[in-house]
Nanobody, 119 residues
Framework: QVQLVESGGGLVQAGGSLRLACAAS????????MAWFRQAPGKEREFVTHITRNGGRTSYADSVKGRCTISRDNAKNTVYLQMNSLKPEDTAVYFCASKDPLMIQYVYWGQGTQDTVSS
């Protein structure tokens, strides 16, 4: 079992930055693919970004490309999401997720952290 705990969310003005962290426990996630998703009020959860186990490959949703960077520190069992030039439409609950690279669906999910961007 893997437990994921997000932190770093909060209230920020448009144009500002936030850095989210996702700390894993229960077992090492160094071999797992890690990702961030978000869910805005009244909307479905959507993919934001992912990173492969060694950090060699990442992908981003078009809505955040160029403004967000995912990274991981396998020694700390932690994944980060740096978000810059934030917009009000980035307001959402951000979830961390992980999975074995061979699996299609993300199996482990955190409880989420609220990010609110004011205009």
């Amino acid at each position: 079992q893997v437990q994921l705990v997000e932190s770093g969310g909060g209230l920020v003005q448009a144009g500002g930055s936030l850095r989210l962290a996702c700390a894993a426990s229960g077992r090492t996630v160094s071999t797992y693919t890690m990702a961030w998703f978000r869910q805005a009020p009244g909307k479905e959860r959507e993919f934001v970004t992912h990173i492969t186990r060694n950090g060699g490959r990442t992908s981003y949703a078009d809505s955040v490309k160029g403004r967000c960077t995912i990274s991981r520190d396998n020694a700390k069992n932690t994944v980060y999401l740096q978000m810059n030039s934030l917009k009000p439409e980035d307001t959402a609950v951000y979830f961390c997720a992980s999975k074995d690279p061979l699996m299609i669906q993300y199996v482990y999910w955190g409880q989420g952290t609220q990010d609110t961007v004011s205009s």
